[in-house]
C-alpha cells in the first residue's frame, strides 16, 4: 500500500505579515499540520550564540550545525521548539534574536541542511496536510505544493502588530528592525513578489479573522479539503 501524501500549502511573507499565526489557526480549523520553518532558523541563530560562536563566523556557524539537535513538531495545538532538551520556544522570540537570525540564515549549508529538514518533516505529516510557512516554501522548499500563497500586509501594519506583541515596544523602531531583517532576507531569496502560480493574500485592510477565511478560501478554490 502506498502512503498517502500530505496536501501540503505553502505560504511565505515579510515579517509580521501574520504567516505564523494565520498558518497555525488555518490548520487547527482544517485538521492539518503546520511547520514554522522560521522557527528553524531563529532555533540556530540561538544555539549558535549559546555555542559562544560569532553569527558572522560563517565556517563555524556551518560546523554548529553537526551539534543542532533541533525538534519541533507539527500539531498546531501543541507549538513548542526545542534544542536538545530546552525548550527555546519563547527565547527564540527575543529581539536579540531578530537581530542575527538573517546572519545565519544566509549562510548556503545552513539553507541546505534545514531545507532537507523541512522536507523530511513534510513528508512524515500523519495528517491530511500540512501548512508551511516562512520565505522561500513557495518557491524553493515545496515549489510544486498545490497551494502557494503570498501572505502580505503594508509596512506600517506589520510594524504596528509586531509591536503590540513586544512589551514596551515602540512602533517605529520595531518598524526599522522589521525593515533592516527584510532587506537582509531580501538578498537571499524574493518573497516581496510573488512567483508564478502564487496567490497573493494582501491583510492590511483585513483582521485576523478575515485572513484566516481568505487563505482558507484559496486552499479551498485550489484543493476540495474536508472540514
Ligand atoms: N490580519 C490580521 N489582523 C490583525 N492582526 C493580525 C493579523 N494577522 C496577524 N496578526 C497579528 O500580528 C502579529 C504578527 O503575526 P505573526 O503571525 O507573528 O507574523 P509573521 O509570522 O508573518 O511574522 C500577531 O500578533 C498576530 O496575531
Ligand atoms: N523559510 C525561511 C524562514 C525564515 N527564514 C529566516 O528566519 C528569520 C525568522 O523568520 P520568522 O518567520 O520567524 O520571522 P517573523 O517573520 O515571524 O518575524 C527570517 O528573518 C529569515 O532570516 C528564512 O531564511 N527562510
Redesign the pocket.
Known amino acids: 500500500m502506498s502512503p498517502i501524501i500530505p496536501v501540503v500549502v505553502a505560504i511565505d511573507g515579510?515579517?509580521?505579515s501574520g504567516?505564523?499565526s494565520v498558518s497555525k489557526e488555518v490548520a487547527k480549523r482544517l485538521g492539518f499540520g503546520f511547520l514554522?520553518?522560521?522557527?528553524a532558523?531563529?532555533a540556530l541563530a540561538w544555539h549558535v550564540q549559546a555555542s559562544g560562536i560569532d553569527t558572522d563566523d560563517a565556517a563555524s556557524v556551518v560546523s554548529s550545525l553537526a551539534s543542532f539537535d533541533y525538534r519541533i513538531g507539527t500539531d498546531p495545538a501543541g507549538y513548542a521548539v526545542h534544542v536538545g532538551d530546552v525548550d527555546v520556544t519563547s527565547a527564540i522570540r527575543d529581539p536579540a534574536i531578530?537581530a542575527v537570525?538573517?546572519r545565519v540564515?544566509r549562510v548556503p549549508e545552513v539553507r541546505a541542511h534545514l531545507i532537507e529538514l523541512f522536507r523530511s518533516l513534510m513528508a512524515a505529516e500523519p495528517r491530511p496536510g500540512v501548512v508551511v510557512e516562512?520565505?522561500?516554501?513557495t518557491t524553493v522548499?515545496a515549489p510544486d505544493a498545490p497551494v502557494r500563497i503570498l501572505l502580505t500586509a503594508s509596512p506600517e501594519v506589520r510594524a504596528s502588530r509586531r509591536s503590540a506583541e513586544l512589551v514596551g515596544s515602540v512602533t517605529a523602531a520595531v518598524g526599522d528592525e522589521l525593515r533592516k531583517?527584510d532587506e537582509a532576507?531580501s538578498k537571499?531569496?524574493d518573497f516581496m513578489t510573488a512567483a508564478e502560480g502564487v496567490t497573493t493574500v494582501d491583510s492590511t485592510e483585513l483582521d485576523f479573522e478575515q485572513t484566516v477565511e481568505a487563505v482558507i478560501d484559496v486552499i479551498r478554490f485550489t484543493q476540495p479539503v474536508t472540514d
Open positions: 515579510p515579517a509580521g504567516k505564523s514554522d520553518t522560521g522557527a532558523y531563529r531578530s537570525v538573517s540564515a516562512g520565505r522561500d516554501i522548499v531583517r532576507d537571499v531569496v
